[in-house]
């Protein structure tokens, strides 16, 4: 996959640059908190990446974490509801605001990023409206699905099977998560029909209508996956922070998503991105303010160093692809 | 290891990367390379010129870094503060100043999108680094509570400041200031120089945030001719509600936003042209709301009463266009939490009662706050020049 060598190496060499910043940097615990960051991450940048291979783009998702986290918590705090009771809730919210969003874009040729941005304040201003402004904390809720969720692997084996396993506890139940979809996405995207059409209407909407795709309805379908995996990762998430803050929760998630998604080598244009990349993406982009904060760089100067890594990461994918077909020919 | 030896390691093949013959970079620097690898054993073996934009990074990220915060023999300890205003180099200036006077090695923190989660990060990853002891302005406080309580207080003293969390038991001690009284502070002055009542608008950035609640609770009950010194009844965020002889028009959120603060303003004089006071809770407030009543022109401005020290509202007390401002002391926040840590690692427990004879049942330090008006605000502000200057 020579596609993907440009952002890989630079995934290797931030990640040397990491272990060689602080004995710290090196511990389980650091690579147990990296993995929970990229892993929860990573399905935001994930649902976003597979919008935008069909040449769509989704700047609400921020809002939506905000809205089906702040509904999940009051679901299960307010109204005493069950965390197993109110999770098809949220996610159905997703599918709606999804095909609400597809609808628009398709049937009433809105542009995707009217539609989405108008999503951004319509969500935030119904989570704040609902919430009446407060915070919605899940409290000791949920405690159950707590310690499931926000510990490692080894650790629910263990108390699974009841054995004193001999696995490093260094692998984070959301980096497990985020793996098993990244896992069915692959197979959906790479390996089947529907995944082919993807890639297909995102690189010439045209041909693609033309040689018998339902455009539209593989359209929607983007954007019903995109806002369902977004609601989806607010469970994790609100159990994960125990709270909700409906004016701040998930404010520029979306810029981080489609970020870990274009530098994983989805194009914005369309028609080009893999599974993988987005995973490396996403890793780079969480990998570099730990590298921040293990460098003890000021925070003050922390985002210049974040902006000019990520500047210089693109430009180093760029050169090596151009290379790459230079020597090819 | 010595220290600085492994700082010395870094330069020296950050030296080494540099001194590779490749054509966009021009440096050439020459560091003794006592006591380092072969600069041989970095050399990368894909000799293309592509390997430029790398080693420009290496070099880039590495000379950014500088040196990882030194450490032999000192206390390792933070301060994080809930985001990254002005309001904190004040802050930091403290705990600078203690740090030296406490050989304590500091890592101050601010972190610009002020979310507990941001804190939350930041502080796994000092965990990581071998953080002896942190103090926290906790961002969401409820419910970052739990976080700190589990991970963090078990682990190293913690310690709150600037805003609490509701548990108390989440913390060694909290300093910080009464924003209860501060707020009642605020609201003597609009009596004293809006006495006659009308309509009154408080901005803040969000209400959601503990000391918004408690300045915004201290100015209501001083109007409403309540005497106490606790918070007790919060009165709700309904616009148009009567206190005592002031209506309440609204209390306008902003999301930590200036501009968005301005333009609330502007469009609550278009809509209130009578208005006669204003508070803003947070320290951008009244100079947004400033801008917004010169714009405005109207025949009787409204008073101004705001918080905190930014140089435009203190410009404007000179001036007297904003009659006060209510000033917390972020420097003592910075000072006294270097120095209570410090004591928490040597295992001096008894020392928050030795030094702080005032403290409360759930180890509350109150940091006095002060009111700013026309004829103290010079000395104040000659001050404050001095310490942010530094």
Same mark, same amino acid.
């Given at each position: 996959?020579?596609?993907l ?22 511990s +389980?615990?650091?690579?147990?908190n990296l993995?929970?960051?990229?892993g ?7 649902? +976003?990446?597979m ?43 997703? !599918? !709606? ?8 874009v ?11 941005l ?10 704040? #409206? ?5 915070v ?8 159950? #699905? ?13 108390? &699974?099977?009841g &054995? ?9 139940m ?32 045209r ?27 607010a469970i ?23 970020a ?15 599974s993988?990349g ?11 303010p730990?590298l921040t904060?293990? &460098? ?5 100067l ?5 902006g !000019?890594?990520?500047l ?14 230079v020597?090819?020919? | ?8 390691? *870094?330069?020296?093949w ?13 440096l ?16 990368p ?7 430029s934009p ?18 032999g ?35 101050? @923190? ?18 990581? @680094? ?8 906790a ?8 976080? *700190? ?6 682990k ?6 600037? /805003? ?9 001690c909290?300093l ?7 707020g ?12 006659? %009542?009308?309509? *009154?608008a ?8 503990? /000391? ?5 609770? %201290? ?38 936003k200036e501009? @968005? ?7 609550a004089?278009?809509k209130h ?37 930014d140089?435009?509202?203190l410009?404007?007390?000179q ?11 972020p420097?003592?926040?910075g ?16 020392? *928050? ?10 180890n ?18 000659t001050?404050?020049?001095e310490?942010?200057?530094?």
């Amino acid at each position: 996959m020579k596609k993907l060598l440009g952002i890989f190496l630079f995934l290797a060499i931030l990640y040397g640059l990491l272990l060689f910043a602080d004995p710290g940097a090196r511990s +389980v615990q650091n690579h147990l908190n990296l993995g929970q960051r990229i892993g929860l991450y990573g399905i935001l940048s994930l649902a +976003v990446g597979m919008l935008i291979i069909t040449g769509g783009i989704d700047l609400s998702m921020g809002s939506v974490v905000a809205l089906t986290s702040t509904v999940f918590a009051m679901l299960v705090r307010d109204h005493g509801w069950s965390p197993i009771a109110a999770m098809p809730v949220v996610l159905a919210m997703g !599918v !709606v605001i999804g095909l609400v969003h597809g609808l628009l874009v398709t049937q009433v040729r809105v542009q995707a990023f009217i539609v989405t941005l108008c999503g951004l304040f319509v969500y935030r201003g119904i989570a704040r #409206w609902i919430a009446n402004d407060a915070v919605k904390g899940l409290g000791s809720m949920g405690e159950n #699905w707590k310690d499931v969720l926000n510990t490692d692997l080894g650790s629910v084996l263990e108390r &699974w099977t009841g &054995w004193d396993l001999p696995i490093p506890k260094v692998i984070h139940m959301h980096l497990v998560l985020f793996l098993i979809i990244l896992a069915l996405a692959t197979v959906f995207l790479h390996f089947t029909r529907h995944g082919r059409y993807f890639f297909a209407l995102g690189s010439n909407e045209r041909a693609a209508k033309y040689s018998g795709i339902s455009v539209n309805t593989y359209r929607i379908m983007a954007y019903v996956l995109c806002s369902t995996l977004t609601a989806l990762f607010a469970i994790p998430y609100l159990l994960y922070n125990n709270s909700a803050t409906p004016s701040s929760t998930g404010n520029f998630f979306e810029l981080y998503a489609i970020a870990g998604a274009v530098l994983g080598g989805c194009s914005l244009r369309g028609g080009e991105g893999t599974s993988v990349g987005i995973l490396i993406g996403t890793a780079i982009i969480w990998l570099l303010p730990n590298l921040t904060n293990m &460098w003890g760089i000021p925070s003050s100067l922390e985002y210049t160093v974040i902006g !000019v890594a990520l500047l210089l990461g693109a430009t180093l994918d760029e050169v090596l692809r151009r290379w790459g077909r230079v020597s090819k020919a | 290891m010595i220290p600085g030896a492994r700082c010395a390691r *870094l330069w020296a093949w950050n030296a080494s990367l540099l001194a590779l013959p490749c054509e966009s970079i021009i440096l050439y620097r020459t560091t003794p390379l006592s006591n380092t690898r072969n600069p041989a054993d970095f050399e990368p073996t894909m000799k293309h010129r592509l390997t430029s934009p790398l080693l420009a990074l290496a070099a880039l990220s590495l000379l950014l870094a500088g040196c990882p915060a030194k450490g032999g023999g000192q206390t390792k300890l933070a301060f994080i503060t809930n985001n990254a205003n002005e309001f904190w180099t004040l802050a930091q200036r403290g705990s600078e100043a203690a740090a030296k006077k406490e050989n304590v090695a500091l890592e101050f @923190k601010m972190p610009s999108p002020g979310t507990s989660e941001e804190q939350q990060r930041i502080i796994q990853d000092l965990l990581s @680094k071998g953080i002896q002891g942190i103090a926290i302005s906790a961002n969401d406080a409820e419910n970052i509570a739990g976080f *700190l309580k589990r991970d963090v207080a078990s682990k190293v003293p913690l310690i709150t400041q600037d /805003n609490d969390v509701p548990d108390a038991s989440a913390r060694r001690c909290y300093l910080g200031t009464h924003n209860y009284r501060a707020g009642r502070a605020a609201g003597e002055l609009v009596l004293k120089h809006a006495p006659d %009542g009308g309509k *009154l608008a408080i901005f803040v950035g969000q209400m959601d945030a503990q /000391n918004a609640v408690e300045r915004r609770q %201290g100015v209501i009950d001083v109007l409403l001719g309540i005497d106490q010194k606790d918070m007790k009844d919060r009165t709700p965020l309904t616009a148009n509600q009567k206190v005592g002889k002031y209506m309440l028009v609204d209390t306008f959120t902003d999301e930590a936003k200036e501009d @968005k603060c301005q333009q609330r303003a502007q469009d609550a004089l278009t809509k209130h042209p009578d208005m006669a006071c204003m508070v803003g809770l947070w320290a951008y407030n009244p100079p947004a709301m400033l801008r917004a009543v010169k714009q405005s022109k109207l025949d009787k401005a409204p008073i101004i009463v705001g918080f905190d020290e930014d140089y435009q509202t203190l410009d404007a007390i000179q001036k007297g266009e904003i009659v006060g401002t209510i000033v917390q002391n972020p420097y003592e926040f910075g000072y006294q939490s270097i120095r209570i840590l410090k004591a928490f690692v040597e295992g001096n427990n008894d020392f *928050l009662k030795k030094e702080y004879p005032s403290i409360d049942a759930q180890n509350r330090i109150y940091i006095d706050h002060r009111v700013i008006v026309k004829n103290n605000v010079d000395e104040f502000y000659t001050k404050l020049k001095e310490l942010r200057g530094k």
